[in-house]
């Protein structure tokens, strides 16, 4: 399980201009500003600045050692750091890449790959806390899920880790072809297939195609498959014959099944049939995307041999990455859905359930743009304001772009003219919240990350909320 700085060296083919090649190298990081005692830093050359311009920031503030590329240095520089470590290589983006390969070949572990259009984040941090009952689990922290965050995932990796559950996600093709060579999973799981990214891979079928690199590093793996989504549903039925391939859902029929869902604000619970026994499966947080979450948990607990009782207790003590359907309680039973981190035409769907199904007063749907749609951009938030329309919405406020189309749509489809309001940027949304929330409201915030709508849940929540209109009673 150790990697040595002369393994580093080997596999990356860099050159040693000072250091000793027998240290065992335990943590690495990018970032000067957080940076440990002892760290091996590697200068990554992004879009806005050269990482590898701050080696010797990293070197001053407690870095063992340094990974660049392009640095001249000069005689006094190395005798500086003579008790440093200092590493060149051709390119440190690709020496990052085989380094993490390297280490992941250290570990004879299961390695749980997720990747989907949505759910990844979710689904991962319930994977893991299953997984977690019966091995130390290694799991993707935030959005480390790129081709930069995974890779120092792996290589932050305790010695004694027993099971990783990594996330990978993707804009384009390739991206997830390199992630799985990295991690060479032997438990792949697609979540499903939506529109996320479709202005770059240019159809869902693309998308498809996208998620299924996640086979290309994996040596024999076990599929993983939510079968209640169309195209991963046809594309089981054409290949459920090769290979080790395992589903769940719930309208499908599936290896893993829920039945008999109920469907609270906070908790959801449901059956299910499991080593030919029934068990009753408790879930901590409601909506029925959680439910197949679960589902998804559980296949991963049965072909890792993890008993029932520690499957169940996974499930019902998993927490949320923040900004995923966090649910916050204002005064006056005000309450604030914060789903801003990422935004599709499914998640919205799933996000306007799940509020459909609370006890409120009026429920109110803060809806951004969904970014990377390209051409489809009208046509997908088009499909988002006919979603409004079709649920219990009484109150829509729209920012952004192409968020208009949104308001238009649902203003096609029946919704209220006084009761949408569009801007073209979220500043006023904040202050409108302030005037007209009423007491026992229910507020959706949804979004694409870049659209930053977490801040307007921050400055709500510092806000001084009269709900004053304790009178306006909409849908219940």
């Not at 660049?68 to 590493?87: C, G, H, R, S, W």
Request: charged share 25%; with cysteine; proline share 2%.
């Amino acid at each position: 399980m150790k990697l040595t700085i002369a393994d580093i060296i080997n596999c990356t083919e860099g050159k040693l201009l000072c250091g000793n090649k027998n240290i065992n190298c335990k943590g690495f990081s990018k970032d000067t500003r957080t940076i440990k005692k002892d760290d091996i830093y590697i200068g990554i050359k992004g879009e806005k600045f050269d990482g590898n311009l701050f080696w010797q920031k990293a070197l001053d503030n407690g870095a063992m050692g340094v990974i660049v590329e392009n640095i001249d240095f000069t005689e006094e520089m190395l005798i500086q750091y003579k008790d440093k470590i200092i590493i060149k290589v051709k390119d440190t983006l690709q020496a990052l890449y085989k380094i993490a390969s390297y280490k992941r070949n250290l570990y004879n572990v299961p390695v749980i790959a997720i990747t989907g259009s949505v759910g990844k984040t979710s689904t991962k941090d319930i994977v893991a806390n299953v997984v977690e009952q019966k091995y130390k689990t290694l799991k993707t922290i935030g959005n480390n899920n790129n081709n930069i965050g995974l890779p120092f995932t792996i290589l932050n990796a305790p010695e004694d880790i027993e099971a990783m559950v990594l996330e990978m996600g993707m804009n384009h093709f390739g991206e997830i072809h390199l992630l799985s060579k990295i991690a060479k999973p032997n438990v792949c799981i697609i979540t499903n297939i939506g529109t996320s990214h479709i202005g770059n891979l240019g159809s869902r079928e693309n998308i498809l195609k996208a998620k299924l690199e996640i086979l290309d590093g994996a040596e024999h793996p076990c599929l993983i498959l939510n079968n209640d989504n169309d195209l991963l549903h046809n594309w089981y039925e054409n290949n459920k014959h090769n290979g080790n391939i395992q589903t769940y859902g719930i309208y499908h029929k599936s290896d893993i099944q829920a039945e008999n869902i109920v469907l609270n604000e906070k908790n959801s619970e449901f059956d299910v049939w499991i080593d030919d026994v029934t068990q009753k499966i408790q879930v901590p947080v409601g909506g029925e995307h959680f439910v197949l979450n679960s589902l998804c948990a559980i296949t991963v607990g049965k072909v890792l041999h993890i008993q029932n009782e520690l499957i169940k207790k996974g499930i019902e003590t998993f927490t949320l990455t923040k900004n995923r359907m966090e649910i916050t309680e204002l005064k006056q039973g005000i309450k604030i859905i914060n789903d801003a981190y990422n935004s599709s035409v499914e998640s919205v769907r799933a996000s306007i359930e799940y509020m459909k199904h609370m006890k409120a007063n009026r429920r109110i749907a803060v809806l951004g743009d969904i970014l990377e749609t390209g051409d489809f951009a009208k046509q997908l938030h088009e499909k988002v304001g006919k979603i409004v329309s079709e649920n219990m919405i009484d109150i829509l406020i729209c920012s952004g772009e192409n968020a208009k189309y949104i308001a238009e749509t649902a203003k096609t489809n029946g919704f209220k003219q006084e009761n949408i309001y569009y801007f073209e940027n979220k500043e006023p949304i904040v202050k409108l919240l302030e005037q007209i929330l009423a007491p026992e409201d229910v507020v959706l915030f949804k979004a694409s990350n870049g659209m930053r709508f977490f801040d307007m849940v921050e400055e709500l929540k510092n806000s001084k909320i009269e709900a004053k209109n304790k009178n306006n009673k909409g849908n219940t």
